[in-house]
């Protein structure tokens, strides 16, 4: 998502779905079937794995993706929700075979034919420390709707993760108001305070919310580098 935009002609609002994470920080694309596939043969050089495999559905594999493998051989391949750390290229053209490495340990061998199963679902793509600012700046606002009832009250329920720290350290902190204009909005609470080197996110509710507009406000912000983050609300 872009970062919040003050002019009106390019103000873009998301509209909060009951039930589903709505990204003011970041994405991730639903509309994407996992990537599956057959594995063709692996080899362990402890502590990385290296695994070709052959993509039959979903886009290339991507690093960062969490790979779950069954049915391969030697049975210590088999594993589940592991980060890939590195993606190849095998043939060109691209027929889909690609070599990828995954932290493991065990016993080393040598490039042996396997057979298995991979799948890897879509992952969230963060976006950059430094989107809007050197130090400090709002993602874009995510739009409540109203609740029947006498308080038309609500739960809102902020997320935010990084996919990458390094030396950075910043805040993030939540934001409401009532009507979609910069001055408008009012801190919450902070969400999540990221220091240098950790990459544990936050997870806040803030009950009885009234306001019908949310964001989130990355303040603080020092040694941005590569940091990546998500952050999501859901109501």
């Not at 996992?34 to 362990?44: C, E, K, R, Y």
């Not at 590195?86 to 932290?103: A, C, I, K, R």
């Not at 806040?204 to 949310?214: D, E, G, P, T």
Request: with cysteine; glycine share 8%; charged share 10%.
């Amino acid at each position: 998502m872009p970062v919040y935009q003050n002019s009106p002609i390019q103000r873009k609002v998301q509209q909060a779905v009951p039930g589903l994470p709505a990204y003011a920080l970041g994405s991730l694309n639903t509309n994407v079937a996992p990537t599956t596939g057959n594995i063709i043969q692996v080899a362990l050089a402890s502590p990385t794995a290296t695994v070709r495999v052959k993509v039959l559905t979903g886009n290339v594999p991507a690093v960062g993706q969490l790979i779950s493998i069954t049915g391969a051989v030697p049975s210590y391949f088999n594993v589940t929700n592991v980060s890939i750390a590195s993606v190849t290229q095998v043939n060109t053209p691209d027929d889909g075979t690609f070599d990828l490495t995954f932290s493991l340990t065990n016993s080393n061998i040598g490039t042996t034919l396997s057979p298995g199963h991979f799948s890897a679902p879509q992952v969230e793509i963060g976006d950059s420390l430094t989107l809007g600012g050197s130090n400090s700046w709002k993602s874009a606002a995510i739009a409540i709707q109203m609740n029947t009832g006498p308080n038309s009250g609500r739960s809102v329920r902020f997320d935010c993760s990084a996919q990458s720290v390094g030396s950075a350290t910043f805040n993030v902190v939540a934001q409401s108001a009532d009507l979609d204009l910069d001055a408008e909005y009012q801190d919450l609470g902070t969400v999540v305070t990221f220091t240098a080197g950790t990459q544990a996110g936050g997870s806040v509710i803030f009950a009885n919310s009234l306001q019908r507009f949310v964001r989130f406000s990355i303040i603080a912000i020092a040694n941005a580098g590569t940091a990546k983050i998500v952050g999501k609300v859901e109501v």
